[in-house]
Each structure stands twice: as structure tokens, then as C-alpha cells.
């Protein structure tokens, strides 16, 4: 109830402070719209900037995932040679 009451005072204050210094409330909103733009601007710029150089690593790292065919066939053979392994490793454990 004492936030209640409390709130609605604050209200009434505020709606009486705004009418009397209407004319410096928009002065002061005047110079406060300006920076908060620019500030805003600034953010979304880097943000932008820092979306894009997301875009060009991920292009990046597309080109260098292509495997030689010679390299494939090796790393096949080396996959076989280990699954051998580990079928005798199986082996001479049980």
C-alpha cells in the first residue's frame, strides 16, 4: 500500500515538475536525442561490422575444408590399419 501511495505521488510530482519546466524539458530532450543517436548508430555499426567478419571467417574456413584425394585415400588407409588394431586388440584380450 505505501508503494502504492508512494508511486502515485511520485506521478503527481512528476506531471507538476513537467508542466512548470516544460520548456527546459525540451531543451534537455533536445540535447539528449542527438547523442543517444549517435551512440546507437555507433553500436549498430559495430555490431554490423562485427556480424560481417563472422560471415567472412565462416567463408573462410569453407575454403579451407577441402581434402586432397590423395590425402582422403590416406587418411582411409590409416582408418582401415586402426580398425585392424583394435579388432586385435579385441582379440587378444577375450
Do not use: C, H, R
Not at 38 to 62: H, M, Q
Amino acid at each position: 500500500m505505501k508503494t502504492l501511495i508512494g508511486g502515485a505521488v511520485g506521478a503527481v510530482l512528476g506531471l507538476i515538475g513537467l508542466s512548470v519546466w516544460f520548456s527546459e524539458f525540451l531543451q534537455l530532450l533536445a540535447g539528449a536525442v542527438p547523442v543517444m543517436l549517435l551512440l546507437g548508430g555507433g553500436l549498430a555499426i559495430y555490431l554490423g561490422f562485427d556480424e560481417l567478419k563472422d560471415t567472412w571467417k565462416k567463408d573462410d574456413t569453407s575454403l579451407n575444408t577441402t581434402v586432397k584425394s590423395d590425402d582422403l585415400e590416406k587418411y582411409k588407409k590409416e582408418i582401415d590399419e586402426l580398425k585392424k588394431e583394435i579388432e586385435t586388440l579385441k582379440a587378444e584380450k577375450a
